[in-house]
């Protein structure tokens, strides 16, 4: 960088003229002072205009702790994600990823465009610190200097934010994904600008399956079709993660369709719980009871919620439809989640259809015969149980997509499957 650019940058960022930087450079430069030298001193005599009077100091990633004002680093950035946020009653564009060298890793949120990209090598000037759930982040603004680094900054770990599925994590910006769309359906929401439509889903890779929102829908999305989608954010939701699409995110057929996971991880219930959640997951345990509730139901026609005596909670008396559900609890010795199982599912279990319950209830003059059979079956066997798992106050529930007797060994398993036919 030449005196003239230098010049111009602290200018900009000191907020004075830039003929008084200039010739303030020139004076120590003609002391064989070093270029980014000369340009601390002006900094320092000019009394940055953040961070007050302290000179910000020059660290490594892995030193900067939340005590520090404002800090000097040199850096390569990781990943960069754009965002608009509104920002006292504007919207803003934001830029924010991670940045590191070779000690460590920080979030880092840019909020003007310094021009610089993922992969890029730089050196940061006076970054304000702000803490965020207790680590240290930057905040590159007005009074931050960038420019590109001599050589590049070595990294341990992946530049770029090319993921697998599998690896994202809440809080995660400017990634890119080839994936698969699963699932996709528009609905309509109150966002902060009104009635909009979004798009959410479940789109899959070869390591993981999440779910998915287009913030600002792209009309290329469609089922099963797959895409490369270059700067998504990740949040969580429901305990797990999940993708966020805006209106900066770039979206763009793939020519070979990306091949999907057809298994989900398989953990203990006590780690599942633990974490929270899961959007995809297989257990493995007992059913331990099956609960109140299970059986033939009857659901509001409106909401689809389970109605008690013709009343829905929220819309009165209405004309309830029929349906089969299963609450069951399992357990494996860790923990235990009450598995909710749709009607197709409780129709293989049951051994029959809707019709076919509501036939055996009226013979037995009991909807309750529903249950007890489905009862019987369930309670005391293994199963092998895959579906999507969320966590809160009123416990754990695994919604779920599979259901079937637990057993690692194939001849085991056929004998299951020999005495479930013979039944
Ligand atoms: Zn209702």
């Known amino acids: ?39 601390q001193s002006v900094r320092r005599k000019h009394g940055g205009s953040s961070g007050g009077s302290s000179t910000p100091e020059t660290l490594a990633v892995d030193e900067i702790t939340t005590e520090h004002g404002t800090v000097n680093v040199t850096v390569r950035v990781l990943t960069q994600g754009t965002r608009t946020i509104r920002y006292q009653g504007d919207d803003q564009t934001i830029r924010e990823g991670k940045l590191a060298d070779e000690s460590g890793t920080i979030s880092y949120t840019a909020w003007q465009d310094f021009g610089f990209e993922a992969g890029d090598s730089l050196v940061v000037g006076n970054a304000g610190v702000r803490e965020w759930d207790g680590h240290p982040e930057l905040n590159l603004g ?83 079709a797959s895409f490369r989608i270059e700067d998504v954010y990740v949040r969580e939701y429901r305990g797990s993660p999940s993708v966020n699409l805006s209106e900066f995110s770039t979206v763009s057929p793939l020519a070979e369709p990306v091949s999907v996971a057809d298994s989900a991880p398989r953990l203990s219930i006590g780690e599942a719980v633990d974490n929270g959640g899961l959007f995809d997951v297989e257990i493995v345990g007992n059913v331990i009871e099956v609960r109140d509730g299970s059986g033939l139901i009857e659901r509001c026609p409106d909401c689809g919620r389970v109605i008690q005596n013709g009343q829905c909670r929220t819309h009165g008396e209405v004309e309830g439809e029929d ?26 279990i049951y051994g029959g259809d809707i019709a076919a319950a509501k036939e055996a209830a009226r013979e037995a003059m009991d909807k309750e015969v529903v249950a007890d059979t489905i009862r019987e079956k369930l309670v005391g066997g293994a199963y092998r149980v895959r579906g999507s798992l969320s966590v809160d106050e009123y416990g754990a529930n695994l919604n779920v997509d599979e259901f079937e007797p637990a057993s690692d060994d194939p001849a085991e398993r056929a004998t299951a499957v020999l005495a479930e036919v013979r039944q």
Not at 169 to 175: H, K, N, S
Not at 324 to 338: E, M, N, P
Request: negative net charge; aromatic residues 2%.
């Open 1 to 39: 960088m030449d005196v003239d650019s230098k010049a111009e940058e602290l200018a900009s960022a000191l907020g004075i003229d830039k003929q008084e930087v200039k010739s303030d450079l020139e004076a120590l430069l003609e002391f064989d002072v070093p270029l980014d030298e000369a340009a």
């Open 142 to 224: 007005q009074s931050t200097t960038v420019s590109m680094a001599d050589k590049t900054v070595d990294v341990d770990g992946p530049v770029g934010g090319d993921s697998d599925l599998i690896d994202l994590a809440p809080g995660d910006r400017g990634r890119n994904l080839e994936v698969r769309i699963q699932e996709v359906d528009s609905r309509t929401i109150d966002g902060r600008d009104g009635e909009t439509t979004i798009l959410s889903g479940v789109l899959a890779d070869e390591t993981a399956r999440l779910p998915f929102t287009d913030w600002n829908p792209h009309p290329d999305i469609d089922e099963g």
């Open 323 to 348: 349906d089969l559900r299963i609450k069951a609890i399992v357990d494996d010795g860790t923990a235990s989640v009450t598995a909710i199982i749709g009607t197709e599912l409780t129709e293989g």
